[in-house]
């Protein structure tokens, strides 16, 4: 064994650097494993990691959402008292404008009756004035004729004016009815009417 053949010594030391050469392969095949396993597992960490932050997320997100529905049902709820305190308000607001507008009708009515009911009796007033002017014009153009008749009557002789037959008649009817007094006469007597 000792003194093996060269040809035996350099088989053996082939083998021998096959074998380190399967065992070094062997080793950078397991080395290259563990660090296959190594990053797989790097990266199932960094899967859970972002499962885990993307839970979150969601949860995060699921709850700002809820947050915002329920804002904006409040918002909704709050808009919607407005709405009928405001429908209320001006349901009033519009019975009292009603209410003012009959009102002022009334008033306008009333005031436009008052009117013409001043206005009739302006009318009415100014009627009667302008028919007791017209009386008192034709009474005063009545004298104003009567004395020019009496002053022409005068500037021709006569002592006063004849009567008309009309009076005359009246005359005569309430003499005739009634009792005709005695009057006493001087003998001689003469009418005073002039021919």
Same mark, same amino acid.
């Given at each position: 064994m000792m003194y093996a053949s060269r040809r035996a010594r350099c088989a053996r030391t082939r083998r021998v650097d096959v074998k380190f050469a399967l065992d070094r392969a062997d080793a950078r095949a397991a080395m290259e494993r563990r660090r296959r396993e190594f990053e797989a597992e790097h990266e199932r960490a960094e899967l859970r990691q972002l499962e885990s932050a993307n839970a979150q997320c969601e949860t995060l997100l699921r709850r700002e959402?809820?947050?915002?529905?329920a804002e904006h049902a409040r918002r909704v709820n709050e808009a919607n008292l407005r709405d009928a305190e405001l429908d209320v308000r001006v349901e009033k607001a519009r019975r009292e404008l009603r209410e003012?507008?009959?009102t002022n009708e009334a008033a306008e009515a009333s005031e436009r009756e008052r009117v013409e009911r001043e206005a009739r009796a302006e009318r009415e007033r100014a009627t009667k004035l302008a028919r007791?002017? @017209?009386i008192e014009l034709r009474t005063a153009r009545a004298v104003r004729m009567i004395q020019r008749m009496f002053r022409r009557w005068v500037s021709n002789g006569r002592k006063r004016p004849k009567k008309s037959k009309k009076k005359k008649l009246k005359s005569a @009817?309430?003499?005739s009815n009634k009792t005709p007094a005695k009057t006493k006469t001087r003998p001689g007597a003469k009418s005073k009417r002039r021919a």
């Open positions: 959402l809820e947050s915002i529905r003012v507008c009959e007791a002017r @017209a @009817a309430r003499q």
